[in-house]
């Protein structure tokens, strides 16, 4: 994939863990386009070796039509317990450079309508619904936006947000009288409205949950997560074997079926890495898989026949995969 050379020409700390990154081409040649919701993958050197995706923020468009941009803007929190990419975009300077792949757009608005938009932002989530609300707002599309955060100090860009959204913004703070109420935002929607919501995983589980019983049709209800706990958050390991090869590996806590494969010189198809798109999805021959994506739907998980490798696991000793 074609990728662009970015050099670091800003940093500004928005909260005490969340850094902002600007990012430019050399010589200020334009940048190629990117709508609301788009994001950057950011090659993360040194020893770490690997790939962190960052949603566009998006400050100064005025147009969700431009065809090209000058510099990009990020939002970066630093997990001091994280796997390390936090920590390597935080030591960068002013005058470094990165490696990046082309924007992405996986996560997108629907076409101008009247309806009225309901965001949604958990943490630094926030990035791409920033992006959203900016371009909603320059359009004069009406929408509301909750934006939920442990407390106000961790939580950045509230003051362009005011801006932005006005009296649409309802923030929510965790043990206060305003903590997000999931329910409460689904029965306020009506029926046809959209639903946009980018937070960690346990959120995003949550609402996804919660609006399919609310009876919102899964093609109103857009989705990004920007964190992949899902992996890290296992404790066990399991076997893998790939039944062309007859090859077997272990997949221990902590690392997913790809990384484990790649490791190993394999090279299964991938794309989000985060459960999302269904490019590394394969077929199980034998075991059970437990899944923690978001491609497959509950009959398709409950027939245990597919399992995306780049989050799902094992709930049994060995997976035999159709590869
Ligand atoms: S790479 Fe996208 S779902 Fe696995």
Redesign the pocket.
Known sequence: METLQLRVTETEDLTAQIRKIVLKQAEGLPLPAAKPGAHIRVHIGGAFDDTRAYSLLMLNDHSTDAATHLQYEIAVKREDAGSGGSRYMHALNVGDTLVCDRPRHDFKLEPPDQTCAVLLAGGIGITPIFAMAGALSREGRPFHLHYAGRDRSQMALLNELAVIAGENLKIHLDQQDSQLDINAILRSMHADQHLYVCGPAGLLDTVLAMAKQAGLPATQVHFELFSNPAVSASTDSFQVRLAQSGKTYVIPPGKSILQVLQDHGEDPL???????????QVGVLEGEPDHR?Y?LSDAEKAQGKLI????SRSKTPMLVLDM
Do not use: A, F, L, Q
Request: aromatic letters at 0%; glycine letters at 12%; proline letters at 0%.
């Open positions: 991938c794309d989000c890495c985060r459960g999302e798109c269904g490019v590394c994506d491609v995306h490798i780049c989050v």
